[in-house]
T-cell receptor, first 114, second 112 residues
Framework: SQQGEEDPQALSIQEGENATMNCSYK?????LQWYRQNSGRGLVHLIL?????REKHSGRLRVTLDTSKKSSSLLITASRAADTASYFC??????????????FGKGTHLIIQP | DGGITQSPKYLFRKEGQNVTLSCEQN?????MYWYRQDPGQGLRLIYY???????QKGDIAEGYSVSREKKESFPLTVTSAQKNPTAFYLC???????????FGPGTRLTVT
């Protein structure tokens, strides 16, 4: 079964607005990653947050992590048309550190309306 | 340019035929991975390799096989035993000292 589950499944907003996506996971983690996938393309790593971090920023991205609730959120501020994509959270399959691959959620499909 | 290449981008096969998907990287990464993605779904791990001449099954390995004879290459064979092979296949690699995975552009396989 999927380790991470994103919410909502789809999100449509106007350009310039902020977009928030949530991810819930089931087991304890060392870190949580967010990836972006443009339609029909490979995934691109966006940001990683470690289990001992509560918030992390990278440009227009802000990620939070609440290990007590086993959840994370990704905020994209001042959205642009180029942000239209699917966004996935991912955790290590096993707690050993990522060498054994990642477990992905089903993703949030974000559409930015011009 | 460093990166991961997958070929071909689109692949069509008849049911009952084996097919091999190529994945090459020049990032000097030790670990490589194959994932499968179905429409509206996340990625599921098929096989992975942490070092040359060694590989392990992922969560959905049945009907697939791999080899890792060179550090740069990790081909995936979809055999006729795979019951539902039509999907988007993604190859990734990872540096030992990092958690981040680098993905190729993917191969869309259609079996009829």
């Amino acid at each position: 079964s999927q380790q991470g589950e994103e919410d909502p499944q789809a999100l449509s907003i106007q350009e310039g607005e902020n977009a928030t996506m949530n991810c819930s996971y089931k087991t304890s983690i060392n870190n949580l990653q967010w990836y972006r996938q443009n339609s029909g393309r490979g995934l691109v790593h966006l940001i990683l947050i470690r289990s001992n971090e509560r918030e992390k920023h990278s440009g227009r991205l802000r990620v939070t992590l609440d290990t007590s609730k086993k959840s994370s959120s990704l905020l994209i501020t001042a959205s642009r048309a180029a942000d239209t994509a699917s966004y996935f959270c991912a955790t290590d399959r096993y707690s050993g550190g990522g060498a054994d691959g990642l477990t992905f959620g089903k993703g949030t499909h974000l559409i930015i309306q011009p | 340019d460093g990166g991961i290449t997958q070929s071909p981008k689109y692949l069509f096969r008849k049911e009952g035929q084996n097919v091999t998907l190529s994945c090459e990287q020049n990032l000097n990464h030790d670990a490589m991975y194959w994932y499968r993605q179905d429409p509206g779904q996340g990625l599921r791990l098929i096989y992975y390799s942490q070092i040359v001449n060694d590989f392990q099954k992922g969560d959905i390995a049945e009907g697939y096989s791999v080899s890792r004879e060179k550090k740069e290459s990790f081909p995936l064979t979809v055999t006729s035993a795979q019951k539902n092979p039509t999907a988007f296949y993604l190859c990734a690699s990872r540096k030992d000292t990092s958690y981040e995975q680098y993905f190729g552009p993917g191969t869309r396989l259609t079996v009829t």
